[in-house]
């Protein structure tokens, strides 16, 4: 189903995920926290991959060139079973920082499979006015791009600078909760994946062939 082969579905998941701003406190990080929190506590293995820390190059595609940091970043997404998405809202949209970390993914496009292929990935964004879901909207076209599965259920959260106490946990269970929810929808929905190839191993490389010879022909 991913990069890292069909599992049984009783081994643990690794989920990763992928989020934050470059701010040293940042709103849409501890968001992403708190969701992997729900994932580790469905009982998958987590991962978090800061933005902030990741100090990822802008991605030239004029440039051959893939410094260390961006090979160990995208072996880690595509060795991941699932993910969590979680970007702030900048001007209707993800943040720069987020596009240009998936925008290396393309790094992706030569495995096998091919970029995020059947991965399980929950949205998370982050606003400091009243709207949010315009960020979770974005993430939701890249998520189709890149040949992987969004949940339906989505947690975008308005007004931040009132959403998070200043230790950045949320200030009350109507955000917590939530979150959490998504860490464990983004688990049950990687771990079903597995079990439907596992029971049918046929179907699921019928399938993979499928997708190889839909690529092939465009």
Known sequence: MNGSGTR????????????????????????????????????????????????LPMYDPSSNEVPEAVSRFVDTVYTADG?????????????????????????????????????????????????????????????????????????????SWQAFEDSGRPANPQIEEPLKTLGGEVVRVTRRIAQKEEADPAAACAAAADRLARVASK
Do not use: C
Not at 15 to 35: D, N, Q
């Open 8 to 55: 049984d579905a009783a081994n643990t998941v690794s989920i990763v995920g992928l989020g934050g701003s470059l701010r040293p406190t940042s709103s849409s990080r501890e968001a992403l926290k708190v969701a992997l929190d729900g994932a580790k506590d469905a009982g998958a293995k987590v991962d978090l991959l800061d933005l902030r820390q990741l100090n």
């Open 83 to 159: 993910m969590i998405w979680s970007s702030p809202l900048y001007q209707g949209s993800i943040s720069g920082s987020f596009k240009n970390a998936i925008d290396w993914l393309i790094l992706l496009g030569d495995r096998e499979p091919p970029h995020l292929t059947d991965k399980v990935i929950g949205l998370i964004s982050v606003a400091g006015g009243t709207q949010g879901l315009q960020a979770v909207n974005t993430m939701e076209f890249i998520v189709r791009a890149l040949r992987a599965w969004a949940v339906p259920l989505v947690v975008p959260i308005p007004q």
